[in-house]
T-cell receptor, first 111, second 112 residues
Framework: SQQGEEDPQALSIQEGENATMNCSYK?????LQWYRQNSGRGLVHLIL?????REKHSGRLRVTLDTSKKSSSLLITASRAADTASYFC???????????FGSGTRLSIRP | EPEVTQTPSHQVTQMGQEVILRCVPI?????FYWYRQILGQKVEFLVS????????KSEIFDDQFSVERPDGSNFTLKIRSTKLEDSAMYFC??????????FGPGTRLTVL
């Protein structure tokens, strides 16, 4: 399977703490994207990182990519209650335009 | 900011009936996609569409499924004869290049 897999499957942290989610994949990619999904709702694009990039920032989000280990991480700093959601990585392989989603990390922020 | 829109937000149908799910992609986008997410499971790719034809499809996208871009704005997914296992959230996505895909809010399909 080419699919990315996130870990942990579920993460519960205190508001204000940092949350780190990891994604691993199996074959060479063109880019990797992170999405957020609130319960039963749509997919919101957070950040895209290309295979030739190692790190990207967007507000409180930091994404890293290690192509040698075929892994990526999403760091959310200073978490807020509104960050409670499922987070998915999605990889795009060179030969196709579709993206393949991982199984996601359910993040819960405790007040 | 332009958005992908989908209608209806929730569709309930009887097994064996035909359904058409509608999407309006972002206006200058060139690539269009359908994905689905069965409750509690991961998002799965169904089909991609470019230059008025299917460019790729998954094993899920069998003869019961079809897509169409009937005019310059709509992109539809038709399921000819729905089965119970077709119950899922269906997402439309579009992109101008093959980079960031923008997703619509989804249509929840319930097959009874």
């Amino acid at each position: 399977s080419q699919q990315g897999e996130e870990d942990p499957q579920a993460l519960s942290i205190q508001e204000g703490e940092n949350a780190t989610m990891n994604c691993s994949y199996k074959t060479s990619i063109n880019n990797l994207q992170w999405y957020r999904q609130n319960s039963g709702r749509g997919l919101v694009h957070l950040i895209l990182i290309r295979s030739n990039e190692r790190e990207k920032h967007s507000g409180r989000l930091r994404v890293t990519l290690d192509t040698s280990k075929k892994s990526s991480s999403l760091l959310i700093t200073a978490s807020r209650a509104a960050d409670t959601a499922s987070y998915f990585c999605a990889t795009r392989y060179s030969s196709a335009s579709k993206i393949i989603f991982g199984s996601g990390t359910r993040l819960s922020i405790r007040p | 900011e332009p958005e992908v829109t989908q209608t209806p937000s929730h569709q309930v149908t009887q097994m064996g009936q035909e359904v058409i799910l509608r999407c309006v992609p972002i206006s200058n986008h060139l690539y269009f996609y359908w994905y689905r997410q069965i409750l509690g499971q991961k998002v799965e790719f169904l089909v991609s569409f470019y230059n008025n034809e299917i460019s790729e499809k998954s094993e899920i996208f069998d003869d019961q499924f079809s897509v169409e871009r009937p005019d310059g704005s709509n992109f539809t997914l038709k399921i000819r004869s729905t089965k119970l296992e077709d119950s899922a959230m269906y997402f439309c996505a579009s992109t101008r290049t093959t980079d960031t895909q923008y997703f619509g809010p989804g249509t929840r399909l319930t097959v009874l």
